[in-house]
DNA sequence: TACTGTGAAACGGTTCACAGCC
DNA sequence: GGCTGTGAACCGTTTCACAGTA
């Protein structure tokens, strides 16, 4: 949806040439990240069920596709697997979670401390998936000042000098469609480098700013088309 | 990701042949149908905003798509727009909401009334879009019996009878991952047709019923590898 | 002139099939 | 035997380019 730019290929620094290449050498496609995910979540439950390895036709059942993709998508990023084994979970869990960059901790503001806003804070994954809320935003006096979850609401006329106070990394909007694009923007000029939308609006932000929007309506209206048109498609 | 059955195309009843075929003569790919929801929330705007038309390309530019791109999605389903003149924004949105099957009420229930839960049954635009959430199942006692915005919550045994009832089509699963496989399974018993699984993990259901998937820790760990590798993507 | 609808070409992701390895 | 990694074939989506229409 957004041109990418390619990937420097011709690194001359003489870098390890075989295992794990990290940054990725060729362009991945964004719906190859998004399986990364999936097959983190589902390499985390294996290893709650006392699994010491899984093979990719495993991880594929699992996950609705082919072992072929599980081996291609894993193969953008360097070779994790054991031939006749297949991958250690703890392993590949190590090593995915580096590759999305989770590995690290990142600081995250959430703006916009509504019905959605008070769900993203309460939500108890993102802290052990590396994310960490460190500041809420809301214009309302009644929740400007307190505290939900340990995590401290600011008068949104404070954020830049807080986002940038605190290196925050990565905002959530949580804030109505109309009020979304200047709340954007406000965040990008804080120095802000990836924005996750709740609103139901399309940003527009620099190219260099990473984006991601979540709109629960269009979600339902996927489930009714596909209910609508019976013909099962995801 | 899920064999899509082929739509029957040689309908022999003697519709009217040309203008709007509603159901989709071709099998649709799934991304047309999310670029559909997006179309339509950009004609809203553009109906608040006072336009009657709108072109492909104008509509692409709002969603950083093409206008090849808009015309061949919107082609899959009929012939919508006016040489020289565009598409009409009233029109369009008639049209989509038909394809999408927003004309029509849908009814839904909600299990798990947490945080996230909470979130969704005041999540106004719901309503707006054609989509009623008419019930709500949950296990604490301290909500069941209760009301969350006119809506009632239900001791989550009695999610069978209920639905049943209500006819209610579609759920949305926002209770912890370990549990979440199980209450689908229920939803499929009572008869839903389609799912939003809010929860953490892959369900496995039967491919007759429609299935979409929320995960906010994947969301966040999109934007984490595209703020990691600074390439932009999508 | 302004714009749609659509074959045809180009592109990119998925699937196949097999060499290599444990 | 079981499984990974990968070039090559395949297939579906996107882009191009233009005929057709108001």
Redesign the pocket.
């Known amino acids: 949806m957004r041109p990418q730019v390619p990937n420097f290929t011709g690194n001359s620094v003489p870098s390890p040439k075989n295992k794990p290449l990290n940054p990725p050498a060729r362009?991945v496609?964004s719906?190859?990240v998004s399986r990364l995910s999936l097959y983190l979540r589902e390499l985390h439950h294996a290893v709650r069920d006392g699994r010491a390895t899984?093979?990719?036709?495993?991880?594929g059942k699992l996950l609705g596709?082919?072992?072929?993709?599980?081996?291609?998508?894993?193969?953008y990023f360097?070779?994790?697997?054991?031939?006749?084994?297949?991958?250690r979970c703890e392993e590949l869990i190590t090593e995915i979670r580096r590759i999305l960059g989770t590995d690290r901790q990142w600081t995250v503001t959430l703006v916009g401390v509504g019905n959605m806003g008070r769900a993203l804070l309460r939500y108890k994954r993102f802290s052990a998936g590396g994310f960490q809320i460190v500041a809420a935003f809301d214009l309302d006096p009644r929740v400007v000042g307190g505290q939900i979850e340990g995590v401290p609401v600011y008068d949104f006329s404070r954020l830049t000098p807080i986002v940038r106070q605190h290196h925050i990394q990565l905002g959530m909007i949580a804030v109505p469609a109309t009020q979304a694009q200047q709340v954007a923007d406000q965040l990008v000029t804080a120095g802000i480098e990836g924005i996750v939308n709740f609103a139901p609006v399309t940003l527009s932000l620099p190219k260099s700013i990473a984006l991601v929007g979540v709109d629960l309506t269009t979600e339902l209206e996927q489930l009714a088309f596909s209910v609508a048109n019976r013909s099962g498609s995801r």
């Open positions: 362009d496609p719906v190859v899984i093979s990719s036709s495993q991880l596709t082919t072992d072929a993709q599980v081996r291609k998508d894993l193969a360097g070779h994790f697997g054991h031939p006749g084994i297949g991958y």
